[in-house]
């Protein structure tokens, strides 16, 4: 069994999504750790990139913050090495198939397994051409996370199908960020999904208060949260940790 299942084991989980390095390495270990002392089930590592296209304005400032702060992806691995002293939920990366490729996919997927990487979510990476890196997730047993989104129509079922780790199911069109509602037909797609996988489903995209959490935990078997996490950190800094417990807790009560 997938470690990732655990996150789903105590009710509807809330999945939380930090870029790493902004504004530093220290601050993220810290707002992690905070994180799961109050309650995230698990935890989506961004890996900085230049051009992180599902980003919207908040998240690409965040990329940005911590690739002139100098964070590299070896500095990831050995922030996760650090991180598995201490934090046993699963932990996945979120980043681009350049990351991976100019890495080496053999060894980005082997050094995953090695510091404890339990999966992948490559937005970048269409279903059709997940054999780049299928193989070697399958060797070394990283599960690699497919997304579903609105415009996904005819190919959920397949997704569905071939899918590992949980399901990320976009909530709606254009790019990461706060939204003030949510008007997808998310419960038809849940429905699909539901048809052709026992794998959970999880929401992102646009989720920011407690309401709207608790709203797609409803339908679904979790709330994925970035964009008013890497808020925090844009406006308290290295003080954030703190700012984000307290954030993540009041999500998490309102999944309960």
Known sequence: MSNIRKAFENGKAFIAFITCGDPDIETTKEAVKKAVENGADLIELGIPFS???????????????ALNAGTTTD??????REL?????????????ANVVYSY????FIRTCEEVGIDGMIIPDLPFEEKEEFEPYCKKYGVDLISLIAPTSENRIAMIAKEAEGFIYLVSSLGVTGMRSEIKTDLGAIVKVIRENTDLPVAIGFGISNPEQARKMAD????AIVGSAIVKLLEKHGKEAPSYIGEYVKSMKDALR
Do not use: C, H, W
């Open 51 to 65: 051009d992180p296209t599902a980003e919207g304005p908040v998240i690409q400032g965040a990329n940005l913050r």
């Open 84 to 96: 598995r002293k201490e934090v046993s939920i699963p932990l996945v990366f979120m980043t681009y």
């Open 75 to 80: 500095k990831v691995f050995d922030l996760v």
């Open 104 to 107: 080496d996919p053999d060894k």
């Open 219 to 222: 339908i679904s078997d979790g």
